[in-house]
């Protein structure tokens, strides 16, 4: 990765986009009036993976710096907002107004204060009525999570909030180079293992605004990012994993087809 821009800059709220004229305009509103309402030297950067509606010229029109990134999928799109970024902090989120870009606060002073990576907490926030799949909030996260804290020694409760910040040159060393949505958890793993300092903040979680079905399509830790870690991490990965795959089938066994 490039890491030659220069860091003239406090910070970069970084959005990836791929088609969101919906809800861009309302993103890229909330993240300026943070930044200027709290006197930083920031920027709003929007990593455009190949929109077709209009959100280059929306994020342009409000005063957006706009890097286009040819390479297709989530992490991919951030990798390029991230080589591209001016800030010596960068706040990444998702352009579909389902977290709040004007109440960063806590991201901020903790990047401050020191911290290498700072994760949002969504269940310590608030998760609103609609805004996180039932099976998402109540098994997928929590285990994965749980995962995270057990083998990989992260002490965050909620692995895969899409809202967090970090220190650039921080992770610029990590050498992250997953393209899909695994990169989220590659992240936080290379940043556990490297021994950076991670903390994390309440975010509260909103609806997504948008009418439409995400095109990034939500994912937990993938082959790649599995295949970067140690033998004991795999092994202690899959047995929460099917343990907890047993679970579900005993739960569901049990509410569907149990005698009442």
């Known amino acids: 990765m490039n890491t030659n821009v220069e860091l003239d800059k406090e910070l970069t709220v970084l959005m990836p986009c791929l088609n969101e004229a919906e809800t861009l305009a309302t993103c890229i ?155 989220a958890s590659e992240m936080v793993v290379r940043s556990s293992l490297a021994e950076l300092k991670i903390d994390e903040v309440p975010t509260k979680l909103h609806p997504d605004g948008r009418t439409r079905s995400p095109i990034y399509k939500p994912g937990e830790m993938d082959g790649d990012t599995f295949a970067s870690c140690s033998c004991t991490h795999r092994i202690g990965c899959s047995f929460i994993l099917l343990v907890s795959c047993c679970f579900l089938v005993s739960l569901l066994w049990s509410v569907c087809f149990q005698a009442p």
């Open 29 to 183: 509103h909330k993240a300026q009036s943070f930044i200027k309402s709290r006197g930083i030297d920031g920027e709003v950067l929007i990593a455009d993976n190949g929109s077709t509606d209009g959100s280059q010229d929306i994020a342009t029109d409000l005063g957006a710096r706009v890097v286009a990134v040819a390479e297709k999928g989530y992490g991919a799109a951030l990798l390029g907002g991230i080589q591209h970024a001016k800030g010596r902090y960068v706040i990444m989120g998702d352009a579909d107004d389902s977290y709040d870009f004007s109440e960063l606060d806590g991201f901020v002073q903790s990047l401050r204060d020191g911290s290498e990576l700072v994760m949002g907490n969504r269940f310590q926030g608030g998760i609103e009525p609609g805004a996180m799949p039932f099976l998402h909030k109540y098994l997928g996260n929590p285990v994965l999570s749980m995962i995270g804290r057990v083998f990989f020694n992260i002490s965050c409760g909620d692995f895969h909030c899409g809202l967090r910040g970090f220190n650039r040159e921080s992770i610029n060393r990590l050498q992250l180079n997953t393209t899909g949505m695994e990169f």
